[in-house]
């Protein structure tokens, strides 16, 4: 779990996260995967978000616990990081007033 740990503390919050490595069909990859069509198109879209409390950050969070520790593949107390990260995210609501975020999201079309 140390490598893992040190990883994610790295990252911080409010840096950019790219998708687990078990989700590989993403806008990333995904026109590669679709090379079979001759005319691939990705449509993306980008929704900023300013949270004004921890709650919808650790309610997401915990919506994903059973992928998340399922890629991880060891023990881990999913509700310690929830505080801690209910914790960091009311820090920066303090500083900064919001927790921001992107959502991103993306449509490939095949012809």
Same mark, same amino acid.
Do not use: K, W
């Given at each position: 779990?140390?490598?893992?740990?040190?990883?994610?503390?790295?990252? %911080? /919050?409010?840096?950019?996260?790219?998708?687990?490595? %078990? #989700? *590989?069909?993403?806008?990333?990859?995904?026109? $590669? /995967? =679709?090379?079979?069509? *001759?005319? $691939?198109?990705?449509?993306? #879209?980008?929704?900023? =978000?300013?949270?004004?409390?921890?709650?919808?950050?650790?309610?997401?969070?915990? *919506?994903?616990?059973?992928?998340? =520790?399922?890629?991880?593949?060891?023990?881990?107390?999913?509700?310690? $990081?929830? %505080? =801690? $990260?209910?914790?960091?995210?009311?820090?920066?609501?303090?500083?900064?007033?919001?927790?921001?975020?992107?959502?991103? *999201? %993306?449509?490939?079309?095949?012809?």
């Amino acid at each position: 779990m140390g490598r893992r740990r040190r990883a994610s503390s790295q990252q %911080g /919050i409010g840096r950019p996260v790219r998708a687990q490595p %078990g #989700h *590989s069909f993403t806008t990333e990859t995904g026109a $590669v /995967i =679709l090379a079979a069509f *001759s005319d $691939v198109t990705l449509h993306q #879209h980008e929704l900023p =978000l300013a949270i004004p409390s921890a709650e919808p950050v650790v309610t997401y969070l915990d *919506s994903i616990r059973e992928p998340v =520790l399922r890629s991880l593949g060891e023990p881990l107390d999913f509700d310690a $990081v929830l %505080g =801690l $990260v209910a914790a960091r995210v009311e820090e920066v609501i303090r500083v900064r007033g919001t927790f921001r975020a992107v959502n991103r *999201s %993306g449509v490939f079309v095949c012809r």
